[in-house]
């Protein structure tokens, strides 16, 4: 085979491989295959406290469109602001995306508070190890996604835990 001709038959597989690609090939099917997996990865269970947690502190009733993560507690709390510990605690964050206010908030917090908490973005941590809510938050301001690692969309469509 000529060298012109190889080098044709190097362009034209490279041009189909990114076509494939561009048009749903199996580069993209193995992103959303991935994406499954990740989604599959969290409990039902979990799903619905974050849901139920959220509808009960905004008075917001599902659906939900959320992006979860499994992280540690240490790095979720950096990550969305929400404090700092020192604890390695494994555990699933839920970012939503919208607009709430925090209607309910637990004592003693509330005394504190000149207003109920309003924002584009609310946040519920939920122990991987107990299945107990570990931080609730609503604000401005973005959660710092890059540090909570890979993220699995979902949509959560009711606060019945049914695992």
């Known amino acids: ?81 929400s404090g700092q510990t020192d604890s390695t605690e494994p555990v699933f964050t839920f970012t939503f995306e919208g607009e709430f206010t925090a209607t309910t908030i637990p004592a003693p917090h509330t005394t504190r508070l000149a207003s109920m908490p309003t924002g584009k973005y609310a946040v519920v941590t939920i122990s991987q190890t107990t299945g107990e809510v570990r931080t609730f938050g609503v604000g401005d301001h973005a959660p710092d996604t890059a540090a909570l690692g890979i993220g699995a969309p979902l949509s959560i469509t009711s606060n019945a835990q049914s695992d």
């Open 1 to 81: 085979m000529s060298k012109t001709r190889e080098l044709l038959t190097a362009a034209l597989i490279s041009g189909a491989v990114l076509g494939l690609a561009a048009c749903g090939g199996p580069t993209s099917g193995t992103i959303r295959t991935r994406a499954a997996d990740q989604a599959s990865s969290f409990p039902a269970s979990a799903q619905a406290l974050a849901a139920s947690t959220l509808s009960g502190f905004t008075g917001q009733k599902p659906p939900f469109q959320t992006i979860a993560y499994k992280t540690t507690l240490n790095v979720a709390d950096t990550a969305t602001d």
